[in-house]
């Protein structure tokens, strides 16, 4: 015996002269209804994606760049799951952010540089801005003062284009899955 794929009735083994048992369906009508169901899933993904495209057609440059922030401040905390807070070095049960050591708005060519962020509790982040001066010496036990002087020293600045903020979020997410395997 097997289920009818409309109304999960069962239903006797399909014989050759009735094609609608042979389909999987006990009636006619259930097959007619299941057919239109299918029809009307198809149309309404159909339309979700054509929206999807729409408003990634009219998303600013802000908005590509806040995804890519989301994408790589999400890479940095499942990196750096297994290690405490870079500035105060405890682990805790609260939120921690991906806290950047050159603030974003100072120095943003330094925005997704993996060495510039690290995982950080939230009491470092928000209520000691960063906790700077103990971030600065846990850090250079982290990465090693070559590249601390590296960040501390002069950049370029960097202009990102949508393209190249795209291109970054589909890096950071693919980062991320596979840390997550």
Same mark, same amino acid.
């Given at each position: ?11 006797? @083994? ?9 389909? /999987? ?9 299941? /057919? ?7 149309? /309404? @993904? ?12 009219? &998303?600013? &440059?802000?908005?590509? *760049?806040?995804?890519?922030? #989301?994408?790589?401040?999400? $890479? !940095? ?5 297994? %290690?405490?807070? +870079? ?8 939120? $921690?952010?991906?806290?950047? =050591?050159?603030? +974003? ?13 690290? @995982?950080?509790? #939230?009491?470092?982040?928000?209520? @000691?801005? /960063?906790? +700077? +001066? ?8 982290? !990465? ?12 370029? *600045?960097? &202009?990102?284009?949508?393209?190249? %903020?795209?291109? %970054?979020?589909? =890096? =950071?997410?693919?980062? %991320? ?5």
């Amino acid at each position: 015996m097997r289920k009818c794929r409309h109304c999960k009735i069962e239903i006797p @083994k399909a014989s050759e002269s009735n094609p609608i048992q042979r389909k /999987g369906f006990c009636t006619f009508d259930h097959a007619a209804d299941y /057919g239109l169901l299918k029809a009307k899933a198809s149309i /309404g @993904k159909k339309k979700r994606q054509d929206v999807r495209q729409a408003k990634e057609k009219i &998303k600013t &440059k802000g908005a590509h *760049a806040k995804d890519t922030q #989301a994408a790589f401040n999400a $890479y !940095i905390r499942a990196r750096d799951s297994d %290690l405490p807070c +870079v500035s105060c070095g405890r682990h805790h049960q609260g939120q $921690y952010h991906a806290g950047h =050591y050159r603030t +974003v708005g100072a120095h943003p060519e330094l925005r997704f540089n993996e060495n510039n962020c690290h @995982k950080q509790c #939230a009491p470092c982040n928000n209520h @000691k801005s /960063g906790n +700077v +001066v103990d971030y600065r010496i846990n850090l250079a036990d982290r !990465i090693g003062a070559g590249a601390l002087e590296w960040l501390e020293g002069p950049h370029d *600045a960097k &202009k990102y284009s949508i393209d190249d %903020l795209k291109e %970054l979020t589909k =890096y =950071y997410r693919k980062k %991320l899955r596979e840390m997550a395997k």
